[in-house]
């Protein structure tokens, strides 16, 4: 089975300090600007305390018809952020999304550095790579059975 590491976007990732006074715009201009759907909120230690999706944007900004530039990125982001380790494998992210009804995980190093972003997307790409090399391999066999016959 693979770790995270292996099948996680290698894009970039797009912090935004808690603290910092940035609002639902600055978020959203975040994500157009990087071509990005998520923005991951830190602490001042660097630490992963919320995400922000365009989910979160949808719903609690352009829905309720209030200007995005008063509101808070706090008041707007999926806290806590789940996290997931590096080495852990791509069954247990999966497991941890299903249980936690969420399209992505951060992902740590072992030194609790962010290490990038795990989505459904990136293990739905995972899975099809095994189950096409999986139908290669029974193929191959088919043959070799066929021609032992």
Do not use: C, W
């Amino acid at each position: 089975m693979s770790a995270v590491s292996e099948i996680m976007s290698d894009r970039k990732v797009v912090t935004i300090g808690a603290d910092s006074g940035m609002t639902a715009r600055h978020a959203a201009e975040l994500m157009v600007k990087n071509r990005i759907s998520s923005v991951i909120v830190i602490d001042d230690k660097g630490q992963p305390v919320g995400v922000i999706t365009e989910h979160d944007l949808l719903k609690k900004v352009s829905t309720k018809d209030i200007p995005a530039s008063r509101v808070g990125i706090e008041e707007i982001m999926s806290s806590p952020a789940i996290t997931i380790m590096a080495y852990d494998s791509v069954d247990t992210a999966a497991r941890v999304m299903t249980k936690s009804k969420i399209k992505r995980l951060v992902v740590l190093e072992a030194d609790n550095r962010i290490a990038g972003i795990v989505s459904v997307t990136d293990i739905v790409r995972n899975l099809a790579k095994v189950l096409t090399d999986d139908y290669k391999r029974y193929r191959s066999l088919r043959f070799a059975i066929e021609l032992a016959e």
